[in-house]
């Protein structure tokens, strides 16, 4: 499934100057010091380049560290942890070899752009290759509070070395405010305006809430009436109001949560019954880790369960997919659906639900039923707004939004999409880089603008522009 943050990012990239740098999606065994193979493909204005991994880290960094340690912390999960400190050093050595293949890949003038809870400490690495030019930092997930941070034994380490990033970017005033009550209370770092002096200079912490290209996502939506998955989806409706879940499966997506919901639906709803069905597409994700194989079991019990007792010989209340959809195919579905149901226990952002908004008919739209703790709740606050953690709440919600007029449905979607309209991709990628780069100059941050952009490269191509801006993104496989 290509959706989500690799979906959202793509067109900043097609319209900008910028190299999206991340994994190839392989691991092989490397000699220390080895040579990275960097593949570069043109996409659009800017370019997509790709790195094996190496197999001697990749276990410590990705399966244990990324994602059974600091996953599950910055979603407040510290039950779900399971690391050493061996796993530990693997994924500082992992970052320390993207740093290596960055600094020997850009130019002496580029920018660079770090992503996400895998590259904490790139920043640092890269400042130890001596790179002075301005690296950012986005975090897409949330940044749990100083209490559940602070039981990953290497946070102090941690922490230092993210603020050796210019400037740190959160989705949400939440998150921001976590991540400065602990350099207040652990670091003694007393900042001003989110501004504190470090050892090497000095760092910002700033909210930019990502988003999508609404109107592109609108277009694909249009355009799919055609595709042969979408004729087939409504036709298979025979009337019916369709509920429809996207999701990776993970535990912070409250996806038995929201199957309970449906169940109590239902119990109390009979009259529903044949009236609507709920398509999940719940795409299998870190299959080697224990936690998610047993969760996917769990999600597909629970499935078997609601369909074997509300389920009729010619109708069942669940299809339940795990298998990928392109990006076009899914933006018919959700223009299909009456109702998005988007309902995680906690979320950085979750842009399915922005997808949703943007994929609806404006004649027509639908309803979005949306956990008031995903950072799109900042936004998109004309949607149905529950607590993921109470089924009443959640059957309640959909209960109304399948009785909700048309009138108010229209009110809803256009108060939202108007939102994601003047907040698009464009102008989250401009606004950062503005302040990351006038920040560093000591200036005014800037109104919003179209960075210049360079000739795109060429498949395999040599190393970009020194003008480049690097994102230390990882791929779809993360």
């Not at 949330?142 to 946070?155: G, H, T």
């Not at 609601?306 to 899914?330: A, M």
């Not at 780069?437 to 490269?457: F, Q």
């Amino acid at each position: 499934m290509i959706g989500g943050l690799a979906a959202a990012l793509l067109p900043a990239v097609s319209k900008s100057s910028v190299v999206w740098f991340g994994s190839s999606g392989r691991v092989r065994n490397m000699a220390p010091g080895a040579s990275p193979l960097v593949q570069i493909e043109a996409h659009g204005r800017g370019s997509i380049a790709t790195v094996d991994l190496p197999e001697q880290h990749y276990v410590g960094f990705y399966e244990r560290t990324a994602n059974s340690v600091l996953w599950p912390l910055l979603h407040s999960r510290t039950d779900l942890t399971r690391g050493t400190d061996a796993d530990f050093r693997s994924y500082c050595d992992m970052n320390a070899f993207m740093a290596r293949t960055l600094a020997a890949f850009a130019g002496p003038e580029s920018s660079f752009w770090v992503h996400d809870y895998h590259f904490f400490t790139l920043g640092r690495e890269l400042r130890r290759l001596g790179i002075n030019r301005e690296i950012g930092f986005f975090l897409h997930t949330p940044w749990a509070s100083r209490a559940v941070m602070m039981q990953l034994p290497q946070c102090r380490e941690l922490v230092e070395a993210i603020l050796d990033y210019d400037l740190i970017g959160f989705q949400t005033p939440e998150a921001r405010d976590n991540f400065a009550d602990l350099l207040r209370h652990e670091l003694r770092l007393a900042g001003h305006n989110f501004t504190y002096k470090t050892r090497r200079g000095t760092c910002r912490l700033a909210v930019h809430p990502i988003s999508i290209d609404a109107q592109l996502f609108a277009d694909h939506a249009q355009k799919a009436a055609g595709d042969s998955d979408v004729k087939r989806l409504r036709a298979s409706l025979a009337g019916e109001n369709l509920i429809v879940g996207v999701d990776r499966i993970d535990y912070s997506k409250g996806l038995t949560q929201r199957l309970r919901a449906l169940d109590l639906l239902l119990d109390r709803n009979p009259d529903l019954k044949r009236r609507l069905c709920m398509l999940q597409i719940a795409v299998p994700s870190r299959t080697t880790i224990d936690t998610y194989r047993a969760l996917q079991q769990g999600v597909a019990a629970a499935v078997a369960d609601i369909n074997g007792r509300h389920g009729e010989v010619d109708w069942s209340p669940i299809r339940y997919l795990t298998k990928s959809f392109c990006q076009s195919t899914l933006a018919g579905i959700y223009r299909a659906a009456a109702v998005g149901l988007v309902t995680p226990l906690q979320d950085g952002m979750n842009l399915v639900a922005k997808e949703y908004v943007a994929a609806q008919n404006p004649n027509n739209p639908g309803v979005l039923v949306l956990s008031r703790f995903a950072g799109a709740a900042h936004e998109l606050d004309a949607a149905l707004l529950v607590d993921p953690n109470d089924t009443e709440d959640v059957a309640g919600a959909l209960a109304t939004a399948l009785t909700m007029s048309n009138a108010e449905r229209r009110e809803r979607w256009q108060h939202m999409m108007d939102g994601l309209l003047r907040r698009s991709i464009h102008v989250w990628f401009s606004e950062f880089m503005d302040e990351l780069k006038c920040g560093r100059r000591g200036t005014v941050r800037h109104p919003a603008r179209t960075l210049a952009p360079r000739p795109a490269l060429q498949a395999n191509a040599g190393r970009p522009s020194s003008a480049a801006t690097i994102f230390g993104v990882p791929r779809s496989n993360f």
